[in-house]
């Protein structure tokens, strides 16, 4: 049996650090005013940093009076302080670090190739600093956004700034910011706020971007204007101009004409005169944007799967773009199995009476998700039906079933519409929860079935019988 004695280890190495006379290197950190020497030895340098392996070989060091000496002027000397303790003794202490000692000490231990306290520093920034870091986007980003191994920290800023972007935006060092930064959070669909606020930031970064340009715009001149086209030529295209009202197009967007290209300014023109899309400009909507997100809120699909489906409920392609000219949707949830259970009755008490509906079931077996969408609703429909041993079917010729491969699926999706609308929806007393067509789509307890009944169009090529992992009821209305 192996005896490990790390703790004493630990203080010798310690020890060795603090107050040794055999170091044989010099370490000068720091710039100006803020310098500091250290003392250190070679050989625990060389093993514990690959960067000091290389860095201190035959081929590169410098001695003075047999002694190496190395200077370090991008590294404070608090953060190389505590490098060399870890280097030495394997402890770092964060808890009375400010957010910028903590950051730096993330950038050097990259540089130094010290990975376990790269990865340790990043964890901690993200879990014990997060107030911090959310005041100071930009100093963060600026610090990490070129450096590879920070992608988990950069895909925190980012995130964050989709969830709460006015902050971001709002700060007095927004108009600082990196252009290529920028340009990734502008492409982002997830980014929430309104595309006119967006434009108007943009605006001031491009301002503050173009040297010589003042912030009155009524002493520009041709040149001018030219030169924040220039600054802003990249960011143009990637604006949601349809996402804009008439009226702050009028006001916010029309007086900076110059500076947008004029095959999408005509297009833009288009939309708002004549209702017709752009053609060569147009993107989908920031599915972040709040007013939606607060629309729709589903454990099953995401709401780009809700945008699809909007779409579909109005006749429209699934992919089709809406814009605040076309009818949005709200959807209210009224019934979900983990909350109110998975059975015939409980989904018959929560979804009854003659309103369009929406039925999603994430399916247990393959994850798949299936759903169906009846203009009428599912039960107490009345008694306007047809009447065939002893089963209501009740008409609508709006109705639809469909799949999606995952929640997050834009790509495989199927639809099938109602063939017989005399059919389109079953009640058979207490023997199902739903039925779309007599089995096309219904549910009974916790299983559910896809089958081609000819009475929709058919959206699998088998029947299917599975078990239901979740199902969630919506209300559909237009807003």
Known sequence: MTSIFHSSLSKDLSLILNDADDYDVIIQVGENQNTKEFRAHSVILRARSPYFKGALSANWITKKNNMIMFNK????????????????????????????????????????????????????????QDNWIDKNFVLVLHAVFKFPSCKKLQDYCLDSICEYPLQFFSSNNFPSINKEILLGLIKRDDLKIEEVIIWDYLIKWGIEQTPGLEINRAKWNEENYQALKKTLNQFIPLIRFVEISRAEFFDKVRPYKVIIPKHIFEEIEEFYYKDTLPKTTILPPRTGFPAKKESFKSNIIKPELANIIANWIDNKDAKFTNTIKNPLYKFKLIYCGSRDGINNNSFKNKCNGRVPSLVLIKAKKSNKIFGGYSSIGFSSLGDQC????????????????????????????????????????????????????WGSFCMVDQTFYVNNRSIYENILNINLTDTIDEIEVFIVTKQ
């Open 73 to 128: 002027p991008n590294v404070t000397p608090i953060v190389f302080e505590m490098i060399l303790k870890y280097i030495y003794v394997g402890e770092i202490n964060l808890a009375k670090q400010s957010g910028e000692n903590i950051l730096e000490l993330l950038v050097a231990a990259d540089e130094l190739l010290l990975e376990e306290l790269f990865d340790h520093v990043q964890d901690y920034l993200i879990e014990k």
């Open 386 to 437: 047809l009447i065939e041993n002893n089963v209501r079917y009740y008409y609508s010729s709006d109705n639809f079933i469909f799949s999606f491969e995952n929640s997050e699926d834009i790509q495989n999706m199927k639809i099938g519409r109602v063939i017989n609308g005399n059919k389109a929806i079953l009640e058979w007393g207490g023997f199902t929860g739903f039925n779309f067509g």
